[in-house]
């Protein structure tokens, strides 16, 4: 998201670059008021507000609102803008693949920075490395892990183990649950509660979560697996805190894979 991403990232230089977008054809939308247009601007609208709930909305949003703004480019008053939504005078074949052009090394550049043209699949930050110590030692349960760790331990450690929240935490769980997960989440003394009023068997934080203090002041937990990406805690008194040579320490996993 916007808030969690780093400042500089491509997380949020998409989302200022979408932030614009909406801001402008809200404008030119609320500068030619037209007849018929309140159901467009109502779904529009609707799907606006979605893409502040989920970053998985942003598209539903942009296609929502392009009709609305096509249907707005007519009526501004500039004689320019006219003239290019008419067509007149025609775009020489030489500015259309200029543009063109420009719209290629922009879909190269976030394609390169996401790494959609890499042959390897981006693993780095990914709690691979707590995932093998459990599967390693046959350990299973309930986890309260990391809320962007959630998906990728349902991929690999489902059926036996089950996460206390993922990204689904909009369609799938209570307010009450995700509240007590961000007080967790943000390492407040709050927090605890979470720990003492749901049935989970580990812990995995990343290793520079906001919890990690929360978690060092519990003493009915202990820490039984840690590298540079996470942090693995199970209850104390459990078959997990008696593994040999907990808590183990281990290298980061591989950030790219195969």
Known sequence: SFITSP?????????????????????????TPRRGDFPLIAVAAVMIAASFMSVRNIPFAICALTPVFARHLGPLPSPRIQALVKGDPPISRGFWLATQLV???IALMFARATGVLSRTIGS????????????????KGNVLADFGWGN?????????????????????YPPKVVSDFLEF?????????????YPHDYVLI??????KELMKSQADW???YSDPVGMLYARRGSAATRIPGVPVTANPPPADFP
Not at 124 to 139: E, I, Q, V
């Open 222 to 224: 202990i820490l039984i």
């Open 152 to 172: 990728y331990i349902l991929w690999h450690a489902a059926p036996g183990t089950r996460v206390f929240i993922d990204s689904r935490y909009d369609l799938g």
């Open 124 to 139: 780095a930050g990914s709690p691979k490395g707590a995932l093998d110590f459990l599967d390693r030692n046959g350990l």
């Open 206 to 211: 990343q290793s520079n979560s906001a919890a």
């Open 103 to 105: 719209i290629v090394v």
């Open 185 to 197: 989440d943000a390492g407040r003394p709050a927090g605890a509660e979470t720990l003492l009023n």
């Open 7 to 31: 400042a500089g990232s491509i997380g949020r230089k998409f989302f200022i670059f979408v932030m614009l977008v909406f801001a402008i054809e809200s404008v030119i939308i609320l500068m």
